[in-house]
């Protein structure tokens, strides 16, 4: 894949839509690319995060435990989707387990590649996490509006 293809794929991301040429090789040099098999566990649930995964091929899988031991699929991420953003900036633990649901490519960015990543460009760095934190706010406003419309 050339970087033209991949900067397309990382604008598709709402959290790296507003980067420049400039700013996506930035980025794209403090990421590192990772082939999983199927089956292959990216993040278990209830384990500390440290990176978030960008999928450029192939497709994975989103599961929570359920308290009856079962687990359940409660999302699919695609190409050109990210899954596990917020532990690039807050290492509690992750809420799902995300599993590669065949062979899948995926570039991961960690929170020491953020760091190294806010030396040499901090306007990027600001960019993705203004837009990490405006993601999980509207997340936030969805679910108290579901609370909303449950209660009432």
Do not use: W
Request: charged share 30%; proline share 3%; aromatic share 2%.
């Amino acid at each position: 894949m050339g970087p033209d293809e991949l900067r397309n794929i990382i604008r598709r991301v709402r959290v790296f839509s507003t980067l420049g040429d400039d700013e996506c090789d930035a980025l794209m040099l403090n990421m590192r690319t990772r082939a999983l098999e199927s089956g292959h566990v990216l993040f278990r649930e209830g384990t500390p995060g440290d990176t978030l995964a960008l999928v450029v091929e192939g497709m994975l899988v989103v599961r929570v435990a359920r308290p009856d031991g079962t687990d359940a699929e409660v999302g699919q991420v695609h190409r050109g989707q990210v899954v596990g953003e917020m532990a690039c900036i807050d290492a509690a633990p992750r809420s799902a387990s995300v599993i590669a649901a065949g062979k899948t490519v995926i570039y991961e960015l960690s929170r020491d590649g953020l760091r190294k990543l806010a030396r040499s460009a901090p306007s990027v760095v600001a960019e993705i996490v203004g837009a990490i934190i405006r993601d999980v706010t509207a997340r936030l406003r969805d679910v108290v509006e579901t609370l909303v419309d449950r209660l009432e």
